[in-house]
T-cell receptor
């Protein structure tokens, strides 16, 4: 069975400071992991994905995430927050098996303070 | 390449009416997924379809909800006899295959009055 836990429901950072959104997963097999972002009243946009290649994954808008198998984590980071980063972020896990669903975390709302 | 299209973007229905939500996947994508998002909650998987086949409907309520993805035309999510609790944002996503990331549409916001 698979599961994904986003450890913080809300994160607030000041503009220009680093962002860290935490995600832990549980999977019996090698997972595929994704981060999506949802701006208010919009659909979800793929930020980045990990599918068993390089463990440090770079995404759009300066975001990156590192797959750490020993810690079962896939935390999302950005060196310097921008006001436009204020949104909801979802960590997602699935695996390379046609019978598996995609499991979404409950989301982390990122607030950017001026 | 146009993205995933959903219509209508907003839909208002009275209790007891039917709601019909449409999703046109990205060109070349034959896999469609429907999700429901309630206020202040994450996305909940509802159903996964390929052309003319329902692959996984384990997230669909047993009654009043149905989905199809015909050989021609968009995927349809149908909610019969809507109730207030059906008010939510419904998102459709598509992918070119099971192992690929999903691309999301802008959603349909259903309000039941």
């Amino acid at each position: 069975a698979q599961s994904v836990t986003q450890l913080d429901s809300h994160v607030s950072v000041s503009e220009g400071t680093p962002v860290l959104l935490r995600c832990n997963y549980s999977s019996s097999y090698s997972p595929s992991l994704f981060w999506y972002v949802q701006h208010p009243n919009k659909g979800l946009q793929l930020l980045l994905k990990y599918t068993s290649a390089a463990t440090l994954v770079k995404g759009i808008n300066g975001f990156e995430a590192e797959f750490k198998k020993s810690e079962t984590s896939f935390h999302l980071t950005k060196p310097s927050a921008h006001m436009s980063d204020a949104a909801e972020y979802f960590c997602v896990v699935t695996r390379m098996n046609r019978d598996d669903k995609i499991i979404f975390g409950k989301g982390t709302r990122l607030h950017i303070l001026p | 390449n146009a993205g995933v299209m959903q219509n209508p973007r907003h839909l208002v229905r009275r209790r007891g009416q039917e709601a019909r939500l449409r999703c046109s996947p990205m060109k070349g994508h034959s896999h469609v997924y429907w999700y429901r998002q309630l206020p202040e909650e994450g996305l909940k998987f509802m159903v996964y379809l390929q052309k003319e086949n329902i692959i996984d409907e384990s997230g669909m309520p047993k009654e009043r909800f149905s989905a199809e993805f015909p050989k021609e035309g968009p995927s349809i999510l149908r909610i019969q006899q809507v109730v207030r609790g059906d008010s939510a944002a419904y998102f459709c996503a598509s992918s070119p295959g099971t192992y690929y990331e999903q691309y999301f549409g802008p959603g349909t916001r259903l309000t039941v009055t």
